[in-house]
T-cell receptor, first 110, second 119 residues
Framework: GQSLEQPSEVTAVEGAIVQINCTYQTSGFYGLSWYQQHDGGAPTFLSY????GLEETGRFSSFLSRSDSYGYLLLQELQMKDSASYFC???????????FGAGTRLAVHP | SAVISQKPSRDICQRGTSLTIQCQVDSQVTMMFWYRQQPGQSLTLIAT?????????ESGFVIDKFPISRPNLTFSTLTVSNMSPEDSSIYLC????????????????FGPGTRLTVL
C-alpha cells in the first residue's frame, strides 16, 4: 500500500532548529513534498525533493533519501509564526497526484 | 503561481441535500484535484478533475456521491450529494500550473477551502 509516517507533534522554542521526519512506503515514487498549513488556512507549498540530497529555501531545508524511503524538513531560526501543521506528501502515479501524511503540529514557544 | 478562489467559503446544510462547490483559477492549469480535510486531520484526495471527461476517483469515493465537472482549464465544481453529518469537512481544490520550470510542475496550489457543516 501507500503510506507516510511523521510525528504528530513537535515543540520547540524561538530561534531553535527543528527537524520533522517523514518515512514513506509506496510502489511508485516521484518525489517528496512539504506543505505548511496554519489553522484555518490552506496548505501552502514549502519544498520538493525529486532526487536525493538537500534542498534549501531560506530558513527551510528539505532532505530526501530514496534508498531509505526517508525525508525530513529542517526549520531554522524558528519564529512564532512557524507554529503550524506540516505535511509531507509524495507524488505517485506520474501526474502530480499527492498522497499526504497525517501531519506534524509544530508549536513554537517564546 | 496561481490564485485560486472557492465558493462558498462555508455553508451549513441539512441532511439529504446537496451542495456544489466552485473552484476558479486565474491561469490555465494542467491538473485540478479535489481534497477533503476533516478538522485536525490530513488531506484525503477525492478525485482528479479531468477537462472534458469524467473525473478519476480515488478508492472510497464514487461519482454518484461526489460528481465533478471541469468544463475548461480554469474552472471545476464538486458536488456533495445527499449529505449526511459524516460529510462535514473542509473541501479544497488544488491545481498544478502550466508551463513553469520543473519545480512548478511538481507544486500544487490550494484554494482557501469550503467549510461544510451538515446538520
Amino acid at each position: 500500500g501507500q503510506s507516510l509516517e511523521q510525528p504528530s507533534e513537535v515543540t520547540a522554542v524561538e530561534g531553535a532548529i527543528v527537524q520533522i521526519n517523514c518515512t514513506y512506503q509506496t510502489s511508485g515514487f516521484y518525489g517528496l513534498s512539504w506543505y505548511q498549513q496554519h489553522d484555518g488556512g490552506a496548505p501552502t507549498f514549502l519544498s520538493y525533493n525529486a532526487l536525493d540530497g538537500l534542498e534549501e529555501t531560506g530558513r527551510f531545508s528539505s532532505f530526501l533519501s530514496r534508498s531509505d524511503s526517508y525525508g525530513y524538513l529542517l526549520l531554522q531560526e524558528l519564529q512564532m509564526k512557524d507554529s503550524a501543521s506540516y505535511f509531507c506528501a509524495f507524488s505517485s502515479g506520474g501526474y502530480n497526484k499527492l498522497i499526504f501524511g497525517a501531519g506534524t503540529r509544530l508549536a513554537v514557544h517564546p | 503561481s496561481a490564485v485560486i478562489s472557492q465558493k462558498p467559503s462555508r455553508d451549513i446544510c441539512q441532511r439529504g441535500t446537496s451542495l456544489t462547490i466552485q473552484c476558479q483559477v486565474d491561469s490555465q492549469v494542467t491538473m485540478m484535484f479535489w481534497y477533503r480535510q476533516q478538522p485536525g486531520q490530513s488531506l484525503t484526495l477525492i478525485a482528479t478533475a479531468n477537462q472534458g471527461s469524467e473525473a478519476t476517483y480515488e478508492s472510497g469515493f464514487v461519482i454518484d456521491k461526489f460528481p465533478i465537472s471541469r468544463p475548461n482549464l480554469t474552472f471545476s465544481t464538486l458536488t456533495v450529494s445527499n449529505m449526511s453529518p459524516e460529510d462535514s469537512s473542509i473541501y479544497l481544490c488544488s491545481v498544478v500550473v502550466v508551463g513553469g520550470p520543473s519545480r512548478e510542475a511538481d507544486t500544487q496550489y490550494f484554494g482557501p477551502g469550503t467549510r461544510l457543516t451538515v446538520l
